[in-house]
Nanobody, 118 residues
């Protein structure tokens, strides 16, 4: 089992920044992919960004150039730096990760609310 705990959400004005963090804990594991998803009210869940253990990243087109995903493998922690936030970024942001031992089986955090006011 892997437990994921997100932090860093909140309320910010358009154009502002927030940094989300997600720490993984559990018994003897190696994290493979770490990712951020979001779900806005009335919309489907959207993949925001991913980062592999080796550092390769990918982003949704809607956040490219504004969001940066990074990770600290020693701390099993992933970050999402969000700049130039827009009201349409308002959503619950979820952290997800899978283990090297069970690739493709994702664990999820409880989510953190990000609200961007106009």
């Amino acid at each position: 089992q892997v437990q994921l705990v997100e932090s860093g959400g909140g309320l910010v004005q358009a154009g502002g920044s927030l940094r989300l963090s997600c720490s993984a804990s559990g018994r003897a594991f190696r994290i493979n992919v770490m990712a951020w998803y979001r779900r806005a009210p009335g919309k489907q869940r959207e993949l925001v960004a991913t980062i592999h253990a080796g550092g390769m990243t990918s982003y949704a087109d809607s956040v490219k150039g504004r969001f940066t995903i990074s990770r600290d493998n020693a701390k099993n922690t992933v970050y999402l730096q969000m700049n130039s936030l827009k009201p349409e970024d308002t959503a619950v942001y979820y952290c997800a990760a899978d283990k090297v031992e069970t690739i493709g089986t994702y664990y999820w955090g409880q989510g953190t609310q990000v609200t961007v006011s106009a």
